[in-house]
């Protein structure tokens, strides 16, 4: 779990290390480059994002559940304070969002930002206002936290869909190299076919 100002102070740390460092380092080679990233960075070869969840409630009882499932799945959780911008900052492959938290424009721009830019991932909506738009370019889901079992319903596909993109990205990468090399005699590309 991540705390919003700590996760804010190093974004603007790095911004002004970004600034400075190029001055610092001019002699530094490509090698030296390597050797000083973090182990963090060296640990995930995925982007922030395809490891964040970001969560906007007011649940205890969903919140420890999806707190035992990013462990498990090896993913950090963010939580966004309510009616803030947040939500366009910090959002992830897996959303939980009570829009009654984010507020109404903020929840059109959103929505506006996901369109716009073809943000992608899962929205998984906790709340009961049907009269709002949805992104038009992320998988959202409905849940009535009313309904007997809808906590492990949400765990449930937060688990199965952690592995999604990667599958998706394999899976067109596989497409690609057979419409590219599906004559090729080269024993290395037959491998991939």
């Known amino acids: 779990m991540i705390n919003r100002r700590i996760f804010l102070k190093s974004l603007m740390n790095s911004s002004i290390l970004g600034m400075v460092a190029p001055s610092l380092i001019g002699g530094i080679g490509l090698k030296d480059i390597l050797k000083?990233?973090?182990?963090?960075?060296?640990?995930?070869n995925r982007m922030p994002e395809e490891r964040r969840i970001?969560?906007?409630?007011?649940?205890?009882?969903?919140?420890?559940?999806?707190?035992?499932?990013?462990?498990?799945?090896?993913?950090?959780?963010?939580?966004?304070?309510?009616?803030?911008?947040?939500?366009?900052?910090?959002?992830?492959?897996?959303?939980?969002?009570?829009?009654?938290?984010?507020?109404?424009?903020?929840w059109e721009e959103y929505v506006s930002c996901c369109n716009e830019f073809g943000w992608t991932g899962l929205c998984c909506i906790i709340d009961n206002i049907r009269d709002l738009n949805l992104p038009e370019s992320m998988y959202v889901i409905y849940c009535e936290m009313d309904i007997p079992n809808e906590i492990s319903s949400i765990i449930e596909i937060m688990a199965t869909s952690s592995g999604l993109r990667d599958r998706i990205i394999a899976r067109g990468y596989r497409r690609w190299i057979n419409s590219r090399y599906s004559?090729?005699?080269?024993?290395?590309?037959k491998g991939l076919l």
């Open 183 to 189: 004559k090729t005699n080269d024993p290395h590309i």
């Open 54 to 106: 970001f969560c906007m409630f007011d649940n205890k009882e969903l919140e420890e559940e999806i707190k035992k499932c990013a462990k498990e799945i090896d993913h950090e959780i963010i939580y966004g304070e309510p009616f803030s911008p947040d939500i366009l900052v910090l959002s992830g492959f897996f959303n939980v969002i009570d829009r009654n938290l984010v507020g109404r424009d903020m």
């Open 36 to 44: 000083l990233q973090s182990p963090e960075f060296v640990y995930s």
